[in-house]
């Protein structure tokens, strides 16, 4: 006699082939909705068949998923925003310290302790080993602050008199873990420092 399962053991097979799915998912956002599916499976499974505990883990079960996934949908909105959308410096400037510097002085030299990364408010600085000049509106010196040693990579000298606004190392960690935006701007401003500094040296190589 061919025995044809019953739709209640359909709806069981495919809970537990879900459940199975959730263990092959390398990622949060399909691991949730797979999670998902699987938990109003299961709540079909066990009202159809009266399993009660598998009910009602289930019917628990399901909107912690359904909230679990909303904020990984909102963090990820977060970051495209972020990628997308350039930062706007003056939301710093609270977190910032005002420092003035002298035409010629040196704001660090290269070895030294990496332990604040600069905006330019006013004035020029020349970054000496590359010959780099920057303007006013630039930020420096958040290589050293990301780098394993804390140690700065070059030598920054005010080439006019200078009004700078600091951020201490503790403050550009927190920033960058709590505002993406901060956290894609420093990226790419380091990328773009990067590549430049290289093709820098090609061109004296």
């Given at each position: 006699?061919?025995?044809?399962?019953?739709?209640?053991?359909?709806?069981?097979?495919?809970?537990?082939?879900?459940?199975?799915?959730?263990?092959?998912?390398?990622?949060?956002?399909?691991?949730?909705?797979?999670?998902?599916?699987?938990?109003?499976?299961?709540?079909?499974?066990?009202?159809?068949?009266?399993?009660?505990?598998?009910?009602?883990?289930?019917?628990?079960?399901?909107?912690?998923?359904?909230?679990?996934?909303?904020?990984?949908?909102?963090?990820?909105?977060?970051?495209?925003?972020?990628?997308?959308?350039?930062?706007?410096?003056?939301?710093?400037?609270?977190y910032m310290t005002d420092?003035?510097?002298?035409?010629?002085?040196?704001?660090?030299?290269?070895?030294?302790?990496?332990?604040?990364?600069?905006?330019?408010?006013?004035?020029?600085?020349?970054?000496?080993?590359?010959?780099?000049?920057?303007?006013?509106?630039?930020?420096?010196?958040?290589?050293?602050?990301?780098?394993?040693?804390?140690?700065?990579?070059?030598?920054?000298?005010?080439?006019?008199?200078?009004?700078?606004?600091?951020?201490?190392?503790?403050?550009?960690?927190?920033?960058?873990?709590?505002?993406?935006?901060?956290?894609?701007?420093?990226?790419?401003?380091?990328?773009?420092?990067?590549?430049?500094?290289?093709?820098?040296?090609?061109?004296?190589?």
């Amino acid at each position: 006699m061919e025995i044809v399962p019953s739709l209640g053991e359909i709806i069981g097979y495919i809970a537990s082939g879900l459940v199975f799915l959730t263990f092959c998912m390398k990622t949060m956002m399909p691991l949730r909705l797979v999670a998902i599916g699987s938990n109003v499976a299961f709540i079909a499974y066990g009202a159809f068949n009266s399993l009660f505990p598998i009910l009602v883990l289930h019917s628990l079960l399901l909107p912690l998923n359904i909230f679990r996934t909303n904020q990984i949908w909102q963090l990820i909105r977060t970051s495209d925003d972020a990628e997308n959308t350039e930062l706007n410096i003056e939301d710093l400037f609270p977190y910032m310290t005002d420092e003035k510097f002298r035409a010629d002085e040196m704001v660090f030299r290269k070895g030294d302790v990496s332990d604040k990364l600069y905006y330019i408010a006013e004035g020029k600085i020349g970054i000496e080993e590359y010959g780099a000049e920057l303007e006013t509106g630039s930020l420096f010196g958040e290589i050293g602050i990301f780098s394993d040693d804390k140690i700065r990579t070059a030598s920054a000298r005010c080439l006019t008199h200078c009004k700078l606004l600091s951020l201490t190392e503790k403050q550009v960690r927190e920033l960058y873990f709590q505002n993406p935006k901060f956290g894609y701007f420093v990226i790419r401003l380091m990328a773009r420092r990067l590549i430049r500094n290289v093709r820098e040296l090609e061109k004296t190589s």
